[in-house]
């Protein structure tokens, strides 16, 4: 939201993020770390930002991350944004109309 006007539709999801340990010959995965990706689907042409954008939240960011969502607040590009969070039903209609798939 930018004022009362929606600018898009926000999805968040957790996701568990695995890195490559160890030498060439004997890499493994390890580390896991569950962190939040986003995806932003822009409505409003006059926003100027793009019509889909994404991206991770890294574990360094996530307190503060969580306190600004905490307060309906999304932070992108230098500026900020109000948040309305939807309820089950209206989350499920939006994921069918968007094509999204929540694994």
């Known amino acids: 939201m930018d004022g009362d ?5 926000l999805v968040i999801r957790v ?5 490559r340990e160890g030498p060439f010959r004997r890499r493994r995965w390890g580390n896991p770390q569950e962190l939040p990706e986003w995806a932003l ?3 409003d042409p006059a926003q100027q930002l793009p019509d889909l954008d994404d991206g991770i939240i ?8 969580l306190a600004d969502w905490s307060a309906g607040i999304f ?4 500026r900020q944004f109000g948040l309305v969070w939807l309820g089950e039903e209206e989350a499920g209609a939006a994921q069918e109309e968007h094509g999204w ?3």
């Open 5 to 9: 006007e929606q600018i898009g539709v």
């Open 15 to 19: 996701t568990t993020w695995w890195w």
């Open 75 to 78: 932070r992108l590009r230098g």
């Open 41 to 43: 689907s822009c409505t």
């Open 101 to 103: 798939t929540m694994r």
């Open 58 to 65: 890294s574990a360094g960011e996530l307190d503060e991350e």
